[in-house]
């Protein structure tokens, strides 16, 4: 497989504008640097990490049934969470809400700049405004959304891309696009003050679901593989349109 590394900065919406260069844009040196580049086409086993503590279960939810579904690494904080996305570019992030209600700034900003970077984050039994919170969002509820608490068996997924030039990168972010796009206001976003010159793509997704059945499990793990899929099309799509 060819591999491409995509690093760094950043619903569902994607926007292309223009033709032109681009650059990598790379997270924190904080972090570490992964031991490889992330492919460019979809892994046949997507790296998902588990994030919960030893024992824990919730509804359907434990370590021995996210491995079946799919999980590739267990970790039980989030420095073993840090080491393993070292070794491995993450695809998705599977969080037990006592992990998401115990944070430091140093995890906070890891975890955006994996959320900006397309991984997918699924929280579980984690409230909606907490979870936007550790996001650095002001809400994922829409205007028109009614705010039903998500409870002890509820889950929320999340996905974020933002790829294009780094000046292009922060003219976006400076817009608030993410929240102005839970909010229905894509028209405000899709030309930002009309300088964004370079070829960019940028994406926003969520969900609701729940774990205490089999079948919410599989329509999550579906949406799951869904969300994952569409970034590696995206980064595709990216090295396609820059190449033009």
Known sequence: MRKILFYGTGVVIALIFGIGAYAIVVGPESFGSPAEARFLEMPANPHIIYLAPQG???????????????????????????????????????????????????????????????????????????????????????PTEASIPIGPTGSRLVMSLVLGTPDDVRTLESTDWINQAIRGEERNIISPSGKINNVMINSFSKSRGRLDSVQELDTLFLRLTSVIENAYKLRAEFQQRIKK
Do not use: H, Y
């Open 56 to 142: 824990t279960s919730r509804g359907l939810v434990n370590e021995k049934s996210m491995q079946a579904r799919g999980a590739t690494s267990n970790a039980q904080n989030w420095q073993a969470a840090r080491l393993t996305a070292s070794q491995r570019p993450v695809d998705a992030l599977l969080i037990e809400a006592s992990i998401l209600g115990n944070t430091t700034p140093l995890d906070e900003e890891w975890l955006r700049v994996q959320f900006r970077d397309g991984v997918a984050i699924v929280g579980m039994g984690v409230e909606d405004d907490r979870f936007a919170r550790v996001l650095g969002l002001q809400t994922l509820l829409a």
